[in-house]
């Protein structure tokens, strides 16, 4: 079974910058198209980026050129550099497979606030 594990959120003014990594336990995770999601408090769960096996991306509108997704196959890793920050950006974010077909990790805090 997959382990997913995320890092590097924290707490960021307006305009900033965070990079999140999740490394993947498993042989096999190269081959896998993988996403970040993300949770607000009181809303559901979102795909904001998604990378395949090859690098091709995908961005939710919302997050398109100030996020950047990328992956590093033989480090397991994926990871997500985020900038221009907005508070809106606010969540607690995943990484998985896209669809999401592994347990979800524990996430990674993000908070966006002056």
């Known amino acids: 079974q997959v382990q997913l594990v995320e890092s590097g959120g924290g707490l960021v003014h307006p305009g900033g910058s965070l990079r999140l990594s999740c490394a993947a336990s498993?042989?096999?995770?190269?081959?896998?198209?993988m996403g970040w999601y993300r949770q607000a408090p009181g809303k559901q769960r979102e795909l904001v980026a998604g990378?395949?096996?090859?690098?091709?991306?995908n961005y939710v509108d919302s997050v398109k050129g100030r996020f950047t997704i990328s992956r590093d196959n033989a480090k397991n890793t994926v990871y997500l550099q985020m900038n221009s920050l907005k508070p809106e950006d606010t969540a607690v974010y995943y990484c998985?497979?896209?669809?999401?077909?592994?347990?979800w990790g524990q996430g990674t805090q993000v908070t966006v606030s002056s």
């Open positions: 990378i395949s096996s090859s690098g091709t991306t």
């Open positions: 998985n497979f896209s669809p999401p077909t592994s347990p």
């Open positions: 498993g042989r096999l995770f190269s081959i896998y198209y």
